[in-house]
């Protein structure tokens, strides 16, 4: 696994609080890290496992399933005896003709809030790998994304996942994490958006979203190196921004991820997102790095840009 190391050096600013929040009801009854005691099958199709369903009409027969539930060393959460497996999403095995029927494919899954509170967070550990640079291989590279929904499929928060970046990377990185409201992303002329960020092919990252009683958003990330069960510190990109219109921190009615092809349905990408894991929690978070105010960390396998003064 290739990891890149960056400094993101500055001065220590203010604390901000945070508390467990006992009111809220949280409806989900977890992935568990996709472990086969929950339904999922080891070297096998996501569709139907678990509550787990998709829009994409290739879920058998020599198209296959763009979701593929298996054990992956150095990425799958723990050992392989103990069960668990993780998601390989988009063009993983595009050479055997496991393809898309649609342009941009997606998997959903039930979960919803009730109560008054101060809010909910959801956690995603997962990872992106880029398409084949072999000649004769689709080196086309997709986007992907991961998103909080009502029942309806209406975005109340979604980061994406940037692979077709055409010169826009952030400091050199393979993709872009971005933070994208009612499907416009945002940029630091959004003031809740505090830095740019890129990503890594093949390091994990875990990204936390925070839902607030006041209806906005903090959405914060790490890498995390599974093996070893280590971490860098959490850091902050978006900090108390806005939901998707009309939505609000009692909305959630699904987390889903999704697949849209760069090139169209006649050109997919043999490049692919691996879900480890989604869990959703009542308890607010602790503080991530909040970059206006400061917080160094040494970061492993992400990049930033700090926004313009």
Do not use: H
Request: hydrophobic share 35%; with cysteine.
């Amino acid at each position: 696994m290739k990891l890149k190391t960056l400094l993101l050096a500055s001065v220590f600013g203010g604390l901000f609080l945070c508390s467990a929040n006992a009111a809220i009801t949280i409806n989900w009854d977890g992935v568990n890290s996709f472990n086969t005691a929950d339904g999922y099958t080891a070297s096998g199709f996501l569709d139907g496992k678990a509550g787990w369903v998709t829009n994409d009409p290739y879920t058998s027969g020599p198209t296959g399933d763009v979701g593929y539930t298996v054990y992956t060393s150095g990425y799958t959460n723990s050992t392989q005896a103990s069960g668990n497996l993780n998601v390989l999403f988009g063009g993983y095995d595009l050479g055997n003709g496991i393809e898309p029927g649609l342009a941009n494919s997606s998997y959903s899954r039930s979960a919803s809030v009730s109560g008054e509170g101060s809010g909910y967070q959801v956690t995603w550990r997962l990872g992106i790998q880029g398409s084949s640079t072999v000649p004769g291989d689709s080196n086309t590279n997709d986007t992907f994304g991961i998103a909080l929904q009502n029942v309806s499929g209406d975005d109340i928060v979604r980061i994406g996942f940037d692979t077709a970046l055409a010169g826009t990377e952030v400091n050199g990185s393979d993709f872009n994490i971005e933070w994208l409201v009612n499907g416009v992303n945002q940029t630091t002329e959004n003031l809740a958006m505090l830095n740019l960020v890129g990503g890594t092919y093949g390091t994990v990252y875990d990204i936390r979203m925070y839902v607030s009683a006041n209806n906005e958003v903090d959405v914060d990330t790490r890498s995390v190196n599974v093996p070893e069960g280590t971490t860098t510190p959490w850091f902050k990109f978006v900090s108390q921004g806005e939901l998707g219109t009309g939505l609000n921190v009692n909305s959630l009615g699904q987390v889903a991820f999704n697949w849209e092809l760069t090139g169209g349905i006649n050109d997919p990408g043999s490049n692919y997102m691996q879900v480890i894991d989604i869990t959703v929690a009542a308890a607010v978070p602790e503080p991530g790095t909040l970059a206006l105010l400061g917080l160094g960390l040494a970061g492993l396998g992400f990049s930033r840009k700090r926004k313009a003064a």
